[in-house]
């Protein structure tokens, strides 16, 4: 069984910069894909970003528009999620996930890590 555990949350105000990590555990990893999510107060969870695990591939949400960008560290199994020029909409709850195969849902998501931007 796979785990994920995300960090690297926090508050920082407008303007500022957080990278967030999801690190797993577990023998059976190897997804085909790992992807970041958030969810804000009383919204539904929204895409963030989706990194193809083995070979070389990424895209975002239209909203992160060149301020977010995602990368993984095969060996040490932890995906990342720098994240530049924050602004106060991005506060929310952010989650990773895997993707066993192209296509398939998202699994196995980890417990969240808050991050609050300040105006």
């Known amino acids: 069984q796979v785990q994920l555990v995300e960090s690297g949350g926090g508050l920082v105000q407008a303007g500022g910069s957080l990278r967030l990590s999801c690190a797993a555990s577990g023998r059976t990893f190897s997804p085909y894909g790992m992807g970041w999510f958030r969810q804000a107060p009383g919204k539904e969870r929204k895409f963030v970003a989706h990194i193809v695990w083995w070979g070389a591939g990424s895209y975002y949400g239209d909203f992160v528009k060149g301020r977010f960008s995602i990368s993984r560290d095969i060996a040490k199994k932890t995906m990342y999620l720098q994240m530049n020029s924050l602004k106060p909409d991005d506060t929310a709850v952010y989650y990773c996930?895997?993707?066993?195969?192209?296509?398939?849902?998202?699994?196995?998501w980890g417990q969240g890590t808050q991050v609050t931007v300040s105006s």
């Open positions: 996930a895997q993707q066993e195969q192209s296509g398939a849902e998202y699994t196995d």
